[in-house]
Nanobody, 122 residues
Framework: QVQLVESGGGVVQSGGSLRLSCAAS????????VGWFRQAPGKEREAVSC????????NYLDSVKGRFTASRDNAKNTVYLQLSSLKPEDTAIYYC???????????????WGQGTQVTVSS
């Protein structure tokens, strides 16, 4: 069964950090680019980050540049998103996605996780 499972979300104070993990099963994650999207209540879903299959290139939403870092361990079939200097506006459900190309278009990703909640209190 093909699955992406996120973990690592939680409640943190403003300025705090979290590390999200995205573990794949049923397919080889190393063959895919991986993106992170988020959706806050009442807001549009937005792309936060993406990383190439090799991990050699990353891209970030402007508002998270310098605060979020995507990485991957292909030997563990897992991708990570380190969230630092968190702000209340980062509060959202975070989803990891896998697809052929490293893009910010959700339609380019074939596999989606169920999401993990990140809540940042002020």
């Amino acid at each position: 069964q093909v699955q992406l499972v996120e973990s690592g979300g939680g409640v943190v104070q403003s300025g705090g950090s979290l590390r999200l993990s995205c573990a794949a099963s049923g397919f080889i994650l190393a063959d895919y680019a991986v993106g992170w999207f988020r959706q806050a209540p009442g807001k549009e879903r937005e792309a936060v980050s993406c990383i190439t299959s090799s991990g050699g290139r990353t891209n970030y939403l402007d508002s998270v540049k310098g605060r979020f870092t995507a990485s991957r361990d292909n030997a563990k079939n897992t991708v990570y998103l380190q969230l630092s200097s968190l702000k209340p506006e980062d509060t959202a459900i975070y989803y990891c996605v896998a697809g052929t190309y490293m893009r910010f278009n959700p339609g380019d990703y074939a596999y989606w996780g169920q999401g993990t909640q990140v809540t940042v209190s002020s």
